[in-house]
């Protein structure tokens, strides 16, 4: 659990980051907002993210929890996540990453990022 904090520091940079590669800005005058990461809908989003990138990239990443995300929405519902997953073929090692999924209707990986 411990290290699961260490963690969201890090997590923050990365979706600064994000937001400056997508030319997003994540003021409080923006249309980005928080999300709660226990949020069923949210960790759906996360999970077909991890899915998607099992199938497109030939890794076999598990789901673990969400830490952190912000949603937008514009043509389509977009989310910042940041998550834990284990990676199965290094002994179940728990990383940080970082996905961006648009849905509209259905969701599309557009950035998959880790581990971090």
């Not at 409080?28 to 999970?47: G, K, L, M």
């Not at 940041?82 to 209707?105: C, R, S």
């Amino acid at each position: 659990m411990g290290s699961r904090c260490h963690n969201l520091p890090f997590i923050l940079v990365i979706f600064f980051c994000l937001s400056i590669f997508y030319n997003i800005s994540i003021n409080a005058s923006s249309d980005w907002s928080r999300i709660s990461p226990s949020d069923p809908n949210v960790v759906r989003i996360t999970q077909f993210a991890v899915t998607e990138h099992n199938s497109e990239q030939q890794t076999y990443l598990v789901y673990d929890s969400v830490v952190d995300g912000e949603t937008y929405l514009d043509n389509g519902r977009h989310y910042k996540l940041g998550f834990l997953a284990k990676d199965a073929i290094h002994g179940y090692m728990v990383a940080t990453y970082a996905a961006h999924v648009v849905e509209n209707p259905n969701p599309v990986l557009i950035l998959f990022t880790g581990p971090l």
